[in-house]
């Protein structure tokens, strides 16, 4: 079993619609949650970090962490062709984890 | 300010050669972490490298090396390369805070595409 999981996708939705994605985990141990996004041929950027669980909004972008259910979600509102992207959750342990964990990353497509 | 760079973009050898990979760090930055990103899949950490140390190391063989050099640049080193060697090497730089204010946030190049034949 991944200690992190994620749908790969892909996921295609209409420009202006709400999108949810989704990663499970196994480690309670891990702390720090962040979503990634990614383009084609490029590296991942930081789009999200929260610590613990609860929610954290930035913009059009809402994270949410369960940690009772070892569950994690980034929303995205209004969304817009130029969010085409692959979003990789990533998560970390608390003080000494130096190595972060990622999903297989979510393929999005927002049509115009 | 410039990012994290990372050279050659693409490379391509053949099975058993060794291949050396570069990275800079972003300004500020004093860790440097290499993972390795196949086809569809999200990045699988090797190691990281803090005061020219290799840190903490990922489930990859012995044949995956690296080095940090005292301006914070890294090498990663693979040795004997097989087929499924085959991926996107993505270095990330991140600057410790001691472990006391959050976790390393990485800041990651465009990476290094490997193709092995």
């Known amino acids: 079993q991944k200690e992190v999981e994620q749908d790969p996708g892909p996921l295609s939705v209409p420009e202006g619609a709400i999108v949810s994605l989704n990663c499970t985990y196994s480690?309670?141990?891990?702390?720090?949650f962040m979503w990634y996004r990614q383009y084609s041929r490029k590296g991942p950027e930081l789009l999200m970090y929260t610590y613990s669980s609860g929610n954290k909004e930035d913009g059009r972008f809402t994270a949410q962490v369960d940690k009772s259910s070892k569950y994690i979600s980034l929303f995205i509102r209004d969304s817009q062709p130029s969010d085409s992207a692959t979003y990789l959750c990533a998560m970390t342990e608390d003080t000494g984890g130096f190595k972060t964990i990622f999903g297989a990353g979510t393929r999005l497509f927002v049509k115009a | 300010d410039a990012g994290v760079t990372q050279s050659p973009t693409h490379l391509i050898k053949t099975r058993g050669q060794q291949v050396t990979l570069r990275c800079s760090p972003k300004?500020?930055?004093?860790?440097v972490s290499w993972y390795q990103q196949a086809l569809g899949q999200g990045p699988q950490f090797i190691f990281q490298y803090y005061e020219e140390e290799e840190r903490q190391r990922g489930n990859f063989p012995d044949r995956f090396s690296g080095h940090q050099f005292p301006n914070y640049s890294s090498e990663l080193n693979v040795n004997a390369l097989l087929l499924g060697d085959s991926a996107l090497y993505l270095c990330?730089?991140?600057?410790?805070?001691?472990?006391?204010?959050?976790?390393?946030?990485?800041?990651f190049g465009a990476g290094s595409r490997l193709t092995v034949l």
């Open positions: 480690n309670s141990a891990f702390q720090y």
């Open positions: 990330a730089s991140s600057r410790w805070t001691g472990g006391l204010s959050g976790a390393n946030v990485l800041t």
């Open positions: 300004s500020g930055h004093d860790t």
